[in-house]
Nanobody, 114 residues
C-alpha cells in the first residue's frame, strides 16, 4: 500500500488550500478514508473521515465548517478542501484508510503564516 499526499503550501490566515492523497496497491473503494495532521511537537490527530462510497463525512470540531473531505474512487484519490485557514492549522497532513494501514505516506506540509 502506498499513499502520496500533495497540495500543501505556505498560505496566509484566511486562505484556502486543496490537498490530495493518491492511494495505490489497495482496493480503495472498499475503505473509509481519513485525513490526519501532525503539528510540530504534537501527536498525530484526526481531521476528517469519509465513507467508502463518499456518502458520509465526519470532522474534528476544530475544522468543522471550514474543511471538506471528498473522494474520487475512479482515481483512488481523497481530497481535503481547507478554507478559512488559521495559524493552528499548520501541520503535516496525512491520509490513511480505516482501519489504518501500517504504512504512511510522506505527508504534505501546510504552513499558515502572515
Amino acid at each position: 500500500v502506498q499513499f502520496v499526499e500533495s497540495g500543501g503550501a505556505l498560505v496566509q490566515p484566511g486562505g484556502s488550500l486543496r490537498l490530495s492523497c493518491s492511494a495505490s496497491r489497495l482496493a480503495f473503494s472498499n475503505y473509509d478514508m481519513k485525513w490526519y495532521r501532525q503539528a510540530p511537537g504534537k501527536g498525530r490527530e484526526f481531521v476528517a473521515r469519509i465513507s467508502d462510497s463518499g456518502g458520509t463525512e465526519d470532522y474534528a470540531d476544530s475544522v468543522k465548517g471550514r474543511f471538506t473531505i471528498s473522494r474520487d474512487n475512479a482515481k483512488n484519490t481523497v481530497y481535503l478542501q481547507m478554507n478559512s485557514l488559521k495559524l493552528d492549522d499548520t501541520a503535516v497532513y496525512y491520509c490513511n484508510t480505516v482501519p489504518n494501514m501500517n504504512s504512511w505516506g510522506p505527508g504534505t506540509q501546510v504552513t499558515v503564516s502572515s
